[in-house]
C-alpha cells in the first residue's frame, strides 16, 4: 500500500526565504503528483500537477519536481511571503484513489 | 475552471439526527469523492464513487453512506449522527483516468453535540 510522507510536519521562516518542501513516496509506479495548498478552514487548492513523464512543474513562485526513480518530489517556493503561510500537501496517484501526505504547516513572518 | 461546490461551509446538528452532506461539480467528471480531515489524522476518505449509482468504500465507511443519482452530485449521508462525526468534510472530483487531476470543494465543518 502506498505510503506518503511530508517532512518537515511544520516550519517556520522569515520572510523573502527561499524554501523546500518535501514529500516522498513508497511506490514508484505513479501516474501522477499534486500539491495542495490548504488555508485553515478551508478546502485545498491544486497548485501544482506533476505527470509521472514529467519532471517539473512551474508556475510563478512555484517549482515542483518529481523523481519517480527515489521516490520524492519537492516543492521550492522562491522570495517567499506571508501570504504563502499554509498546510501544503501532496498526494501520489497510483490508481482511481490518490494517496495523501499530512501536509507541512508553514509559517512566514514578517 | 473546474468548479466543485459543497452546500454548506458550516453546520450544527444535534446527536441522533441524519445529515445530508452536498457536494456538486460543473465538468462531467466520472470521479467523486469524499474525506474526512482530523488534526493529526490527515485527509482519510470515506466513499467514492466512479460513476453514476456506482460507489466504493474508503478507508472509514462505518456510519455513513452515499448516493450518486446524478452525475454531478454526490451526496454524503450520516445515517444517525454522533459527535465522533464532528469533522471537517471535503468532496473532491476527478476525470475518468488516473491522469486526472483532483478539484476540491471549500469543505463543510460539520459540529455535531
Known amino acids: 500500500k502506498q505510503e506518503v510522507t511530508q517532512i518537515p510536519a511544520a516550519l517556520s521562516v522569515p520572510e523573502g526565504e527561499n524554501l523546500v518542501l518535501n514529500c516522498s513516496f513508497t511506490?514508484?509506479?505513479?501516474?501522477?503528483l499534486q500539491w495542495f495548498r490548504q488555508d485553515p478552514g478551508k478546502g485545498l487548492t491544486s497548485l501544482l500537477l506533476?505527470?509521472?513523464?514529467?519532471r517539473e512543474q512551474t508556475s510563478g513562485r512555484l517549482n515542483a519536481s518529481l523523481d519517480k526513480s527515489s521516490g520524492r518530489s519537492t516543492l521550492y517556493i522562491a522570495a517567499s511571503q506571508p501570504g504563502d503561510s499554509a498546510t501544503y500537501l501532496c498526494?501520489?496517484?497510483?490508481?482511481?484513489?490518490?494517496?495523501f501526505g499530512r501536509g507541512t504547516s508553514l509559517i512566514v513572518h514578517p | 475552471d473546474v468548479k466543485v461546490t459543497q452546500s454548506s461551509r458550516y453546520l450544527v446538528k444535534r446527536t441522533g439526527e441524519k445529515v445530508f452532506l452536498e457536494c456538486v461539480q460543473d465538468?462531467?467528471?466520472?470521479?467523486m469523492f469524499w474525506y474526512r480531515q482530523d488534526p493529526g489524522l490527515g485527509l482519510r476518505l470515506i466513499y467514492f464513487?466512479?460513476?453514476?449509482?456506482?460507489?466504493e468504500k474508503g478507508d472509514i465507511p462505518e456510519g455513513y453512506s452515499v448516493s450518486r443519482e446524478k452525475k454531478e452530485r454526490f451526496s454524503l449521508i450520516l445515517e444517525s449522527a454522533s459527535t465522533n462525526q464532528t469533522s471537517m468534510y471535503l468532496c473532491?472530483?476527478?476525470?475518468?483516468?488516473?491522469?486526472?487531476?483532483?478539484?476540491f470543494g471549500n469543505g463543510t465543518r460539520l459540529t455535531v453535540t
Open positions: 498526494a501520489s496517484r497510483g490508481s482511481y484513489i490518490p494517496t
Open positions: 506533476i505527470q509521472s513523464s514529467q
Open positions: 473532491a472530483s476527478s476525470g475518468d483516468t488516473e491522469y486526472s487531476p483532483l478539484h
Open positions: 464513487s466512479y460513476d453514476v449509482k456506482m460507489k
Open positions: 511506490d514508484s509506479a505513479i501516474y501522477n
Open positions: 465538468m462531467d467528471h466520472e470521479n
